[in-house]
């Protein structure tokens, strides 16, 4: 992709740019200056095995940068954020669907609610206005970020953002060709590309960036490992507003509801779960009441390996359970988990003097959706309870929390965890701020 800013002025366009009707064209691929002439995406991935769920959070603290530098930049330049498309995460394992990569975010999310927050656009729209009427679509400029290993050994814990030299390990993944280009297979796609790519030790919030953009020169910068830089405005206001801005694709609430309509006694108006369609519309409010059922959501798989001490055995899951129920009063249990089937069915015998159940997808759904819809209306009907309990540590039982407080629920109805078997852990509870 030309730099259209830098010649857009005729008279410091070099003598070798080709010149038409007053305006310059790029030296290699003789594109014309058009309506493209301030745009500047940034791009984004995130560490393979990372989750969906942080990858979610990780899109918030990029969507706030991106709609800092708009607003900073002063039209200037248009900023805009490219989605980096979700495929291939190791706890997508259903392969009864086929291939679960280059999805798009319009299945998961609403695409018109981001863009009410910042500019975005999917993988696949970039590329074609990229590319232009080239075949490849070359980033101008990517930065693989790297943490400070010296960090711990100095006790330097400065903030930092300084070139080194890639390691070829760094580079493996971005293999250059013989004319200099390097092909990543960015997500897959063989058709994008990079002309350069940088190694960036990188110690610090997201803002820290910028002055890696050199918007003059680059019109699209992609980071890699976007998950090192830290979020410069966790829990506030803006970090609420850009969360806000999450909304689902509408057909997954639709789903949600229904299921929840059917099975759980739930509706909306009478539980106080109703938002207005536009999420700049939302208003403060602690009013939620919940369907009447309790929601668990029970992390399994990984988490008995990695976090053994902080989940409990699905026995003392059911006894926290049931003490929990007979204290609120209520008959109905929705589960929503990643656990074996065995151990549900343990779960849902235990506790068989309530009316325990889970969302099972039709063929149809996790065709259209993938396993990360199915996650989504897990996460919607947990999100609508008159009380949830999550597991200690999970971002996915975060992000319900998060939903809980944009939907007005008192905190002590969300911020609630089952207990480990080593024992109860300090719980963290990010309230809502307007
Ligand atoms: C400690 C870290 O924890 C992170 O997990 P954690 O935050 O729970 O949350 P996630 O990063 O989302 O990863 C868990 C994934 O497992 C599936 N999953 C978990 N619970 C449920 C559920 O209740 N319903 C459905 N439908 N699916 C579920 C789903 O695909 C989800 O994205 C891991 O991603 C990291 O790799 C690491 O292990």
């Given at each position: 992709m030309p730099v259209y800013l830098t010649y857009k002025n005729v008279a410091q366009a070099p003598e070798y740019c080709g010149k038409k009707n007053g305006y310059a064209l790029d030296d290699k691929n003789c594109f014309w200056h058009t309506e493209f002439t301030s745009k500047r995406y940034i791009l984004y991935d995130v560490n393979p095995p990372e989750g969906f769920n942080l990858?979610?959070?990780?899109?918030?603290?990029?969507?706030?940068?991106?709609?800092?530098?708009?607003?900073?930049?002063?039209?200037?330049?248009?900023?805009?954020?490219?989605?980096?498309?979700?495929?291939?995460?190791?706890?997508?394992?259903?392969?009864?669907?086929?291939?679960?990569?280059?999805?798009?975010?319009?299945?998961?999310?609403d695409l018109e609610s981001l863009k009410k927050y910042v500019p975005v656009i999917e993988m696949h729209e970039f590329i074609k206005e990229y590319s232009q009427n080239s075949k490849t679509s070359a980033i101008d400029r990517v930065y693989i970020l790297q943490n400070d290993e010296k960090m711990f050994e100095t006790g330097n814990f400065d903030d930092k953002n300084q070139l080194v030299n890639c390691t070829p390990d760094a580079l493996r993944k971005y293999q250059a060709s013989s004319s200099g280009n390097y092909g990543a297979k960015f997500w897959g796609y063989s058709n994008v590309t990079a002309n350069e790519v940088k190694c960036l030790v990188y110690h610090g919030t997201m803002s820290g960036l910028e002055e890696n953009l050199y918007p003059d020169i680059y019109s699209s910068v992609m980071f890699d490992h976007m998950e090192i830089p830290l979020h410069d405005s966790y829990g506030t206001k803006e970090f609420w507003a850009a969360r806000r801005s999450m909304r689902y694709n509408s057909a997954?609430?639709?789903?949600?509801?229904?299921?929840?309509?059917?099975?759980?006694?739930?509706?909306?108006?009478?539980?106080?779960?109703?938002?207005?369609?536009?999420?700049?519309?939302?208003?403060?409010?602690?009013?939620?009441?919940?369907?009447?059922?309790?929601?668990?959501?029970?992390?399994?798989?990984?988490?008995?390996?990695?976090?053994?001490?902080?989940?409990?055995?699905?026995?003392?899951?059911?006894?926290?359970?049931?003490?929990?129920?007979?204290?609120?009063?209520?008959?109905?249990?929705?589960?929503?988990?990643?656990?074996?089937?065995?151990?549900?069915?343990?779960?849902?015998?235990?506790?068989?003097?309530?009316?325990?159940?889970?969302?099972?997808?039709?063929?149809?759904?996790?065709?259209?959706?993938?396993?990360?819809?199915?996650?989504?209306?897990?996460?919607?009907?947990?999100?609508?309870?008159?009380?949830?309990?999550?597991?200690?540590?999970?971002?996915?039982?975060?992000?319900?929390?998060?939903?809980?407080?944009?939907?007005?629920?008192?905190?002590?109805?969300?911020?609630?965890?089952?207990?480990?078997?080593?024992?109860?852990?300090?719980?963290s509870s990010w309230k809502i701020l307007w």
């Open positions: 990858r979610r959070d990780v899109y918030l603290r990029t969507s706030i940068f991106v709609r800092n530098l708009s607003e900073k930049s002063k039209k200037r330049y248009q900023w805009h954020l490219v989605l980096p498309p979700w495929g291939n995460l190791y706890h997508w394992r259903s392969t009864d669907i086929g291939p679960q990569k280059q999805i798009p975010w319009s299945t998961f999310f997954l609430y639709e789903i949600a509801n229904d299921f929840s309509q059917k099975y759980l006694k739930s509706n909306d108006s009478r539980d106080k779960t109703e938002l207005p369609m536009d999420w700049t519309k939302e208003k403060s409010k602690r009013n939620a009441l919940g369907g009447p059922y309790l929601c668990v959501h029970l992390r399994r798989r990984d988490f008995l390996i990695g976090r053994a001490g902080s989940v409990p055995t699905i026995k003392n899951a059911a006894s926290q359970l049931s003490i929990k129920m007979e204290e609120l009063n209520l008959q109905s249990i929705f589960i929503a988990t990643d656990a074996e089937n065995n151990e549900y069915n343990e779960l849902k015998s235990l506790l068989n003097m309530y009316a325990v159940t889970r969302y099972t997808p039709s063929d149809s759904v996790k065709k259209l959706y993938k396993d990360g819809g199915v996650a989504i209306i897990d996460q919607i009907i947990c999100s609508k309870a008159r009380y949830f309990i999550g597991t200690h540590e999970s971002t996915f039982t975060f992000r319900i929390q998060e939903d809980r407080e944009i939907m007005g629920f008192p905190s002590k109805m969300t911020f609630n965890e089952l207990c480990g078997i080593e024992k109860c852990k300090s719980r």
